[in-house]
Each structure stands twice: as structure tokens, then as C-alpha cells.
């Protein structure tokens, strides 16, 4: 039996796809997005899927809960994205980011890769 599909949700790019205040609570809006993929998981997905957050700056600090791991980037989130993609080898991995050149970066390892509407 293959792995689950491993999403990686770029947090501070789905949080600030929308401009409904999150630049005064950074870490806020990072954990109600991450609360909302809990409850949610992706929409669209019948499958089953391992949601991976991955935050950085005022986000880190945010933990992990029951369907969702939060992984808080030391430097970059784009870098760690990056990372992830690629320790996961031969599993199937979706990214979620309107980030040209983080998708650019991620396609060229084989993820697929959507914008953040897909989980808004």
C-alpha cells in the first residue's frame, strides 16, 4: 500500500492571499488556517492525505495537531518546502502556493502544485 498524499501548505502565502487583517496576528492566522485544514482537509480530495504546514517568522510557534503537522522553517519556508518535496522522494507530494518560483522549484521535483483557493 503507496504512502497518502502528502500536501504542503505554504502558510504565509495561503494567509496572505486574502486581506482580511492576518498582518496583525500572523501566528492567529496561521493556526485558524491550520485549525481549518484539520477540520477540512483538502477539498476536492476523496483520498486520504498527510497535510503538512509548513510556517516561518511570526507564524513559528504554531503547533501541530491531529491532522495536520506544523513544521516551523529555521530560515526560509520556501527553502523547507522545498525540502520536504525532496526527502519525500518517490511519494506523490502537492503543494499549495501561488508562489512562482517555489512552484517553479517544487514542479522540477515532481510535485504538483496548487494555489491557495484550494484550501480557502
Known amino acids: 500500500m503507496s504512502a497518502p498524499l502528502l500536501v504542503i501548505v505554504d502558510a504565509a502565502n495561503v494567509v496572505g492571499s486574502v486581506p482580511d487583517g492576518w498582518w ?3 501566528r492567529g492566522a496561521a493556526e485558524r488556517l491550520r485549525d481549518r485544514l484539520a477540520a477540512d482537509g483538502v477539498p476536492g480530495r476523496a483520498e486520504p492525505v498527510d497535510i503538512v504546514l509548513v510556517v516561518e ?11 495536520v503537522r506544523v513544521e516551523a522553517a529555521g530560515g526560509s519556508g520556501d527553502d523547507r518546502i522545498v525540502e520536504l518535496v525532496a526527502e519525500a522522494g518517490e511519494r506523490s507530494c502537492l503543494v499549495v502556493t ?7 522549484r517544487v514542479g522540477e521535483l515532481g510535485a504538483e502544485v496548487v494555489g491557495p483557493r484550494a484550501v480557502r
Open 24 to 26: 496583525r496576528d500572523r
Open 57 to 67: 517568522g511570526a507564524a513559528r510557534g504554531v503547533s501541530s495537531v491531529a491532522g
Open 98 to 104: 501561488a508562489d512562482r518560483e517555489l512552484r517553479r
